[in-house]
């Protein structure tokens, strides 16, 4: 079966599907910041220095909590639940085949119909 992708159709469950990947993508990048903090203040010796990457640390492991936080309550993460999680991360594993299988770019674009309203006219009557 060949499915055109560009049909809004093919857009259910998106919203939800593309906040969780960013809410994933958010909690990774900001358990990177805490580890590049905490390097970063092993490393530092000026006194001054420490105290601002400690200050940076604190709230970077701040950041980290709440988004975990968020993502618990909205059922996105189960840090708690090995098994649960595993099933998450086996459903977003497989979405994320089934996009790079899909056909994004058929040689057919042309959404002429699908829409419930003819194009907007230009101020000099042209179609857009």
């Not at 001054?48 to 701040?62: K, M, S, Y």
């Amino acid at each position: 079966m060949n499915n055109d992708y560009l049909d809004p159709i093919h857009a259910l469950n998106m919203p939800e599907i593309a906040d969780t990947s960013f809410a994933t993508d958010f909690l990774l990048r900001a358990k990177t910041g805490v580890r590049n903090c905490a390097i970063a203040l092993t490393e530092t010796v000026s006194p001054d220095a420490r105290a601002v990457l400690r200050t940076q640390l604190h709230e970077a492991i701040a950041l980290h909590d709440e988004i975990s936080k968020l993502m618990i309550a909205k059922s996105w993460f189960h840090p708690y639940d090995l098994n649960e999680q595993f099933q998450i991360d086996l459903t977003t594993a497989n979405t994320t085949v089934q996009i790079a299988e899909m056909n994004l770019f058929p040689k057919d674009t042309s959404r002429k119909g699908m829409f419930d309203r003819k194009p907007d006219k230009h101020r000099e009557g042209h179609t857009l």
